[in-house]
């Protein structure tokens, strides 16, 4: 509750499916336990219906890193007027949002892709398009070694191209780590960020990276500790965002 309020944003890591037909709606509304209901407006996928377990709910893929803008949020407690009047039933949470950019094209090696690589991609309410001018989209993760960027790149990559725990030897330049998934998605990791240095050296890095044509989607990959961020992420964070011309970006709370 504390994080999904209204304008804050939400970021679908894996493909997510929504239904597109109101009428499914009332199933999904009667928790047993404690239930989220999140509304798009404005998104963007893949209808499902055709191949679907369960084609009657209308089903639609939204895309991987899709992120999406909370307009609204309700939680029905116990004290909540609606719950009271016995509209609602207690437990259940609703997210009201905008889709502020529909994600990367799922990859080519995913099962959902290969029974749509025929399909049309459909535009549910929507007219804008994810990477319509065909520039080269980047993913970027930025964290400490053990944080868990590697194993997220190689679930975006659909096969293991980066290593945990690589570093770079002292006295070389500093590089990132690169692989280019297809034409227009490349991921980028920050390989050894063990002390001060790297992490600027890395900054000057991705500072000279963002001088490059393309879109960039940059996400630091952090970890908690009994409730508390780890010091040494938050030092990584404080470096990179003081050094290099950052001015959005995500944060991946990883367990």
Do not use: W
């Not at 509209?87 to 609703?94: D, T």
């Not at 297809?182 to 990276?209: M, W, Y």
């Not at 009994?226 to 938050?234: E, N, S």
């Amino acid at each position: 509750e504390t994080l999904c309020r209204a304008g804050a944003s939400i970021l679908l890591y894996a493909p997510t499916a929504f239904t597109s037909d109101p009428r499914a709606l009332p199933e999904f509304k009667e928790p047993g336990s404690e239930r989220t209901v999140t509304y798009i407006q404005d998104g963007i996928g893949y209808r499902l219906a055709p191949f679907s377990v369960y084609p009657q709910e209308h089903e639609v893929i939204v895309e991987p890193i899709a992120d999406l803008f909370i307009q609204r949020a309700e939680a029905f407690t116990a004290d909540h007027p609606r719950v009271s009047m016995q509209e609602v039933k207690e437990g259940l949470h609703e997210l009201h949002t905008a889709m502020k950019t529909p994600g990367f094209e799922l990859l080519a090696g995913s099962p959902v892709k290969r029974k749509l690589r025929e399909r049309e991609k459909v535009r549910v309410n929507s007219s804008g398009a994810g990477n319509a001018n065909g520039s080269v989209q980047y993913v970027l993760m930025v964290g400490n070694p053990g944080a868990g960027k590697s194993t997220l790149l190689n679930s975006l990559a659909n096969k293991v191209v980066f290593h945990s725990g690589c570093s770079i030897a002292s006295g070389l330049m500093y590089k990132l780590d690169k692989h280019q998934v297809h034409e227009s998605l490349v991921l980028l990791d920050t390989p050894g960020l063990e002390d001060e240095r790297k992490r600027r050296q890395a900054a000057e890095a991705i500072t000279e990276a963002l001088k490059q044509s393309g879109h960039y989607r940059i996400f630091f990959v952090i970890q908690e500790h009994q409730g508390r961020l780890v010091p040494a992420d938050k030092a990584t964070m404080r470096i990179v965002l003081e050094t290099a011309p950052i001015t959005s970006f995500g944060i991946i709370i990883n367990q």
